[in-house]
């Protein structure tokens, strides 16, 4: 059983550079992933656009949007470990969920602030809690990534796709626990992430030669995505660079 005082889960945020490439279906594959693995996990989703993931499909458990609730609660007289399963919906005994009916601009004045006490809460209570960011909520990255665990940003080889992308490795990967995975993957179609696009993101060469499979960057498996966060997170892979050989080390 876990101690109220002792943070120690770890978040997974996972996040897209526009609407429609899989972020949800990647968010729930993540979370079910850990599950399987009979860890106590948590899928909050804030893509009210969206509200029939892919883990409300599995089930026959429709969430009453209790996350709007706990929003609520937070906001008076505070979330706390003790009644965090009240608000949400077990699919199993080890994966549950729970997701937002409406923008949480419009049921809290400081959105980043309240998300992240939410995280801050659900880690003393679950073990992975992957958070499907909506797209329009992006901007709270910064603010979320205090928090120990990986950024999973789905991306599209638009110039402004690739800046954020850019932007997120540099900020994230040293100065915080989080470490971006990206990765590319549309609901109707695969489109191949090349070399060159990794380069540019992580500002240097990197071998062809990688330490795990490379067609997770020309398909995007859905198994290998949640692979991959696993690696990360179980601390098997310090980051996503360590997926990587620089030439100049390899040689």
Do not use: W
Not at 134 to 161: C, M, N
Not at 179 to 184: C, N, Q
Not at 212 to 236: L, N, P, Y
Request: net charge negative.
């Amino acid at each position: 059983m876990y101690e109220q005082n002792l943070k120690f889960g770890q978040t997974i945020i996972v996040c897209g550079s526009r609407p429609c490439v899989g972020t949800s279906t990647a968010a729930s594959i993540i979370a079910s992933y850990f599950a399987a693995k009979e860890d106590k996990t948590l899928l909050l989703s804030t893509d009210y656009n969206h509200p029939y993931d892919a883990i409300s499909l599995l089930s026959d458990i429709v969430a009453d949007y209790y996350m709007d609730e706990m929003v609520a609660l937070e906001n008076s007289s505070g979330l706390t470990p003790g009644n965090f399963d009240d608000y949400a919906s077990y699919v199993s005994d080890n994966l549950a969920y729970s997701r937002l009916s409406t923008k949480l601009s419009g049921i809290t004045k400081d959105v980043g602030r309240t998300l992240a006490r939410i995280l801050d809460t659900a880690c003393r209570v679950y073990r992975y809690v992957v958070l499907d960011l909506d797209y329009q909520s992006i901007g709270l990255i910064q603010k979320l990534v205090q928090q120990p665990g990986v950024i999973v940003y789905l991306f599209g080889q638009d110039f402004q796709s690739l800046k954020t992308a850019e932007a997120i490795a540099e900020r994230n990967a040293e100065e915080t626990a989080a470490v971006m995975l990206p990765v590319l993957m549309n609901c109707m179609s695969d489109i191949p992430v090349n070399e060159a696009t990794l380069n540019k993101i992580f500002k240097s060469d990197v071998s062809a030669s990688i330490e795990h499979d490379t067609e997770i960057f020309k398909s995007a498996q859905k198994q290998d995505i949640a692979e991959f966060v696993f690696r990360g997170v179980s601390g098997k892979q310090s980051g996503l660079k360590a997926l990587f050989k620089r030439k100049s080390e390899s040689e």
